[in-house]
C-alpha cells in the first residue's frame, strides 16, 4: 500500500510538473488564449511569444528615428477612417479575411514583408496606390480589389472590399501614404481601417510573425 501511494504521489508530481511546462500562461486577452485561422486551406495559429523573458528584435527597438521622414503619426490616417488596435485587427481576420470580404494589407516595401509580417497579410506597397499616369499597376490593382473603372477615368467601388492597411509602426509613413492615396482616388473611408502600431507594436507584444 506504501508503495502504491508513493507511486501515486510520485505520478502526480510528474504529471502536475508537466501541466506546468505545457500550460499556456501568456494570453492574448483574458477570455483568449490564441487564434485559430483557415486562410485559404493554410491552418494559422496567431499567440504570444510564451517566453516572459523575450524582448523585442533590435531592429525595432530604436527610439530616436530621423524626423523627417520618420516622425509620430497622429491616430487618425483619414477622415472617416477608422483606426484599430490589435484585437480589431484579429477579429478582422476571423470575420473578414476568412471569408473573402476583406482584406489585411502590408503596406511596407517587399524587403520589409519578406522579412516577417501578420499571418494573413498580403503584400500590396505602398506606392502601388499612387494616382499618376505613370503608375501603370493602379488600374490594375484596383481592378483585382473589385474597382470599375467608369468611362471618366474615375472609380466605382461598390463592390469593393473592407481593407485593413499596416506598416511598421506609429513612426511609419506607408500605410498613411497608401490611404491617403486610395482616399484621393474614391475607396470608401467606411472600407478602410488603419492598425497604427503596425509591426512595431504587434512584436512589442510578442504576437505571431510569418515569413512568406
Known amino acids: 500500500m506504501k508503495t502504491l501511494l508513493t507511486f501515486v504521489a510520485a505520478l ?36 504570444r511569444n510564451q517566453d516572459n523573458e523575450a524582448v523585442i528584435p533590435s ?11 520618420f516622425c509620430v503619426h497622429p491616430m487618425s490616417a483619414g477622415e472617416g477612417v477608422e483606426t484599430v488596435g490589435e484585437i480589431e485587427l484579429l477579429d478582422f481576420l476571423e470575420n473578414s479575411v476568412v471569408n473573402g470580404s476583406g ?36 488600374g490594375p490593382m484596383l481592378t483585382q480589389l473589385g474597382g470599375n473603372q467608369r468611362g471618366d477615368g474615375s472609380w466605382d467601388f461598390a463592390n469593393a472590399p473592407q481593407l485593413l492597411l499596416f506598416c511598421n509602426g506609429p513612426w511609419c509613413d506607408q500605410s498613411p501614404r497608401a490611404i491617403r492615396n486610395l482616399l484621393a482616388i474614391g475607396y470608401p473611408a467606411d472600407k478602410l481601417l488603419y492598425y497604427r502600431g503596425g509591426i512595431q507594436n504587434w512584436l512589442m507584444l510578442g504576437l505571431t510573425v510569418v515569413v512568406p
Open 12 to 47: 502526480a508530481s510528474l504529471l502536475s510538473f508537466s501541466a506546468g511546462v505545457n500550460a499556456q500562461d501568456v494570453w492574448i486577452t483574458p477570455d483568449t488564449p490564441f487564434v485559430e485561422l483557415d486562410l485559404n486551406g493554410e491552418f494559422i495559429v496567431i499567440e
Open 59 to 69: 531592429s525595432f527597438a530604436k527610439t530616436s528615428r530621423p524626423c523627417p521622414p
Open 103 to 138: 482584406f489585411l494589407v502590408d503596406a511596407r516595401t517587399p524587403s520589409f514583408f519578406n522579412a516577417g509580417t501578420i499571418p494573413g497579410a498580403i503584400n500590396l506597397p505602398f506606392n502601388l496606390f499612387t494616382p499618376s499616369d505613370s503608375n501603370p499597376f493602379l
